[in-house]
């Protein structure tokens, strides 16, 4: 069993930054790869970014190419989305993600464990 706490969102104004991090803990963390999905009102979960253990990183080549950067803290189990010039389209509740092995370029029904969500708004 793999839980995964996220932190770090909030309110921010377009333009800011935030960085969002999420504690992995469990049997055999270490063979997952972590990721980050958004959820907007209305809108199905949306794909950002994974990263493995070892460092390869995939991103979803969209809205948030060049403005969101995954990374991750191997001795601490924890990763992080940096996230910056932030829009008000951002606005969603993000989601940490966990998928036994393999990064890539994942469907929400991909999955093994999520988190319980983070709201990050961003106001014009």
């Known amino acids: 069993q793999v839980q995964l706490v996220e932190s770090g969102g909030g309110l921010v104004q377009a333009g800011d930054s935030l960085r969002l991090s999420c504690a992995a803990s469990g049997r055999g963390i270490n063979s997952y790869a972590m990721g980050w999905f958004r959820q907007a009102p209305g809108k199905e979960r949306e794909f950002l970014a994974a990263?493995?253990?070892?460092?390869?990183?995939?991103y979803n080549g969209g809205s948030v190419k060049g403005r969101f950067t995954i990374s991750r803290d191997s001795a601490k189990n924890t990763v992080f989305l940096q996230m910056s010039s932030l829009k008000p389209e951002d606005t969603a509740v993000f989601y940490c993600a966990a998928k036994f092995r393999s990064a890539g370029i994942w469907k929400s029904g991909d999955i093994d464990y999520w988190g319980q969500g983070t709201q990050v708004t961003v106001s014009y």
């Open positions: 990263v493995t253990w070892s460092g390869l990183t995939t």
